[in-house]
């Protein structure tokens, strides 16, 4: 079984940047595929970033504003978050396919 807990998020000001980490335990080498999500109030949670076979695919709406990497040792994935706007507050988690436990995610606020 695979555990996930994310870390990172907090306050920002529209434009600025931020770092989220996603640390995994348990038997991570089971996992392939990994990717952040997120979900803001009211709405449904929504795939953000993924690196599916080695290769990272973005959302349209985070395209070129967020980077997902994965430490060389694959138990922890980032997702570099710039230029953030107002909209990108959410809760943000992360889950690996097929997918796990959700985590308690970390909370990304944007004011702007």
């Known amino acids: 079984q695979v555990r996930l807990v994310e870390s990172g998020g907090g306050l920002v000001q529209a434009g600025e940047s931020v770092r989220l980490s996603c640390v995994a335990s348990g038997n991570i080498f089971s996992i392939n595929d990994i990717g952040w999500y997120r979900q803001a109030p009211g709405k449904q949670r929504e795939l953000v970033a993924i690196i599916a076979r080695e290769t990272p695919i973005y959302a349209s709406f985070v395209k070129g504003r967020f980077t997902i990497s994965r430490s060389p040792a694959k138990n922890t994935v980032y997702l570099q978050m710039n230029s953030l706007k107002s909209e990108d507050t959410a809760v943000y988690y992360c889950?690996?396919?097929?997918?796990?436990?959700w985590g308690q995610g970390t909370q990304v606020t944007v004011s702007s």
């Open positions: 889950n690996i396919q097929p997918p796990v436990a």
